[in-house]
């Protein structure tokens, strides 16, 4: 991968990031949501993150123990906010989303290594 673009991936990390963060710690009202149930929302967050990031370091297993506690962190972050309560379940299902697509590139990684011709 170019230099030129995975500071393009790094920026579009940075700012997926900030959209997860603001959709997390922002008042309710000011949500925009999929329509899907929130759990499936958190996941479907985590995820993009994480494989964007895989993207753009490819070290899956230290992506994930970035992302783990910050997806914990910002549930907890929640109980700073008057409008909000903090749901174990959720930072489960985002710690969940991060391990698996961390496991999925890790995966695809070690794949693409095997094949490569010598």
């Not at 370091?57 to 783990?68: E, H, I, K, N, T």
Request: charge should be positive.
């Amino acid at each position: 991968m170019t230099g030129g673009s995975r500071h393009w991936m790094v920026i579009a990390l940075a700012l997926f990031a900030a959209a997860l963060a603001y959709a997390a710690l922002a008042p309710a009202t000011w949500q925009v949501r999929l329509g899907l149930h929130w759990l499936i929302e958190h996941f479907l967050g985590f995820f993009a993150v994480t494989v964007l990031a895989c993207a753009a370091y490819p070290r899956p297993m230290r992506v994930a123990a970035v992302l783990v506690p910050v997806a914990v962190g910002l549930e907890a972050a929640q109980a700073l906010t008057p409008d909000r309560t903090p749901d174990i379940a959720t930072a489960l299902v985002a710690a969940a989303a991060v391990a698996s697509a961390a496991l999925l590139a890790d995966g695809l990684l070690v794949l693409r290594k095997r094949c490569r011709p010598n």
